[in-house]
Each structure stands twice: as structure tokens, then as C-alpha cells.
């Protein structure tokens, strides 16, 4: 929740973000209004479909207001799973992630 409500409230700071199952004691806190900077904004919103009910609807919710700000983003669900952990391809898909969000080519092993 933090990384989601920080970088879309200081989009000349931050170039995007991956939220991970977003949780927290607090409501969410993102940006409401849409300024240009946020064009250039990349997330991926993942989570666990299965997981606490409360993390995939923080997930599906950063994933629509994101969108409706102007970011790009990616959200996926992985199917199948209840725990509260990384995605089974991340160490994968993260150089593909933040690169992405940089704006970098990612680098191939």
C-alpha cells in the first residue's frame, strides 16, 4: 500500500512500482487527481488469487484507480494459490518488471 499511495501521489519522484499483495491496517491513500507525470508511470499489481479476500481486493482496487490516473498497468492474479508469498515466477519476471519501469532493456542471463 505504501509503495502504491507514495508513488502515484509523487509521480515526478518515482517512475512506478510493483505491488505485491497490498495489506495494511490503514486505508488505502493514493493519488485522486491525474497529472500528466502519471502517463509515464509503469506498475504491476500481483497478488495470490486465493489469499486473504482483503489483499485481492486492495490489489484489484490499486489496479483500477492506477489505471484511472493515467499509469500503465499490469495486474495479475496467480490462480491456485492461498499463501501470502512471491510469486511463484518472480525471480523471473522481476528483471522484466523493473525494467519496464525504468525503461530499460532487461538483462538476459
Known amino acids: 500500500m505504501v509503495a502504491a499511495d ?11 512500482a510493483i505491488i505485491m499483495s497490498p495489506g495494511g491496517m490503514t486505508n488505502p491513500h ?4 491525474p497529472v500528466l507525470l ?17 489483499n485481492v481486493e486492495l490489489t484489484r ?3 483500477k484507480h492506477l489505471k484511472a490516473l493515467g499509469t500503465q498497468v499490469t495486474k495479475i ?3 491456485g494459490i492461498k499463501e501470502h508469498t512471491r510469486p511463484p515466477d518472480f525471480k523471473e519476471r522481476f ?3 523493473i525494467a519496464a519501469i525504468l ?3 532487461a538483462k538476459k542471463d
Open 77 to 79: 492474479e496467480y490462480p
Open 6 to 16: 507514495l508513488c502515484s501521489r509523487y509521480p515526478d519522484s518515482y517512475a512506478g
Open 103 to 105: 525503461k530499460i532493456e
Open 61 to 63: 482496487f490499486y489496479a
Open 95 to 97: 528483471p522484466e518488471w
Open 30 to 33: 493514493p493519488a485522486t487527481t
Open 38 to 54: 502519471h502517463k509515464n508511470q509503469s506498475f504491476w499489481v500481483v497478488c495470490m488469487a486465493d489469499e486473504h479476500p482483503g
